[in-house]
């Protein structure tokens, strides 16, 4: 199957700081990307669908100054978390479809994920 | 609203069979999916179901019932390493995946 490649895997950072996480498509385009949070024990929650070459759509409850999502390749999104709070701590997950197969409901790939811990 | 409900958690015996069921109600339907998580890990893609009827991929096999909005996922001789998370998954009318909250599987000896 497809590769997605998210960069890092762990992260420890002081409080207010800021963190990029990256995630790659390695063998496909994917003109939309998603990022996810995931609370211990909880399912995926969807935070913004990231579309190459414009901005980021943002679920509702979701701060888009604080968790910034750019997507200028077919190939690379990333997700910087601003001045990181200790609540800001969980698992970030990104995801990925073949833009070859575009507007057909195909699996989505996902990264490996980024433990994030502010301190 | 779009809704996906699944148990919560399930126990079952090394050996036997389990059956994970997903019941949805989506604005739009285009394919249900099923994926593994394992604590700490990322998903990993299973099955999907476009149509009615069943998939089978070796152990694992996925149902679909689009008039009763209606999935389940059969694992066959559960081994300890099955012991994860399973989360539905269904594309809506603009192809957004909607999840479920996931299905613990606790396998035991």
């Known amino acids: 199957g497809a590769v997605v490649s998210q960069h890092p895997s762990r992260v420890i950072c002081k409080s207010g700081t800021s963190v990029k996480i990256e995630c790659r498509s390695l063998d496909f385009q994917a003109t939309t990307m998603f990022w996810y949070r995931q609370f211990p024990k909880k399912s995926l929650m969807l935070m913004a669908t990231s579309n190459e070459g414009s901005k980021a759509t943002y679920e509702q409850g979701v701060e888009k100054d604080k968790f910034l999502i750019n997507h200028a390749s077919l190939t690379l999104s990333t997700l910087t978390v601003t001045s990181a709070h200790p609540e800001d701590s969980s698992f970030y997950i990104c995801?990925?479809?073949?833009?070859?197969?575009?507007?057909?409901?195909?699996?989505?790939?996902f990264g490996q994920g980024t433990r994030l811990t502010v301190v | 609203g779009q809704n996906i409900d699944q148990p919560t958690e399930m126990t079952a015996t090394e050996g036997a069979i389990v059956q994970i069921n997903c019941t949805y109600q989506?604005?739009?339907?285009?394919?249900l999916f099923w994926y593994q998580q394992h604590a700490g890990e990322a998903p990993t893609f299973l099955s999907y179901n476009v149509l009615d009827g069943l998939e089978e991929k070796g152990r694992f096999s996925s149902f679909l019932s689009r008039s009763k909005g209606y999935s389940y996922l059969l694992l066959k001789e559960l081994q300890m390493k099955d012991s994860a998370s399973y989360l539905c998954a269904v594309g809506d009318s603009n192809y957004q995946l909607i999840w479920g909250a996931g299905t613990k599987l606790i396998i035991k000896p």
């Open positions: 989506t604005s739009g339907f285009n394919g």
């Open positions: 995801s990925a479809r073949d833009v070859g197969r575009e507007g057909v409901n195909t699996e989505a790939f």
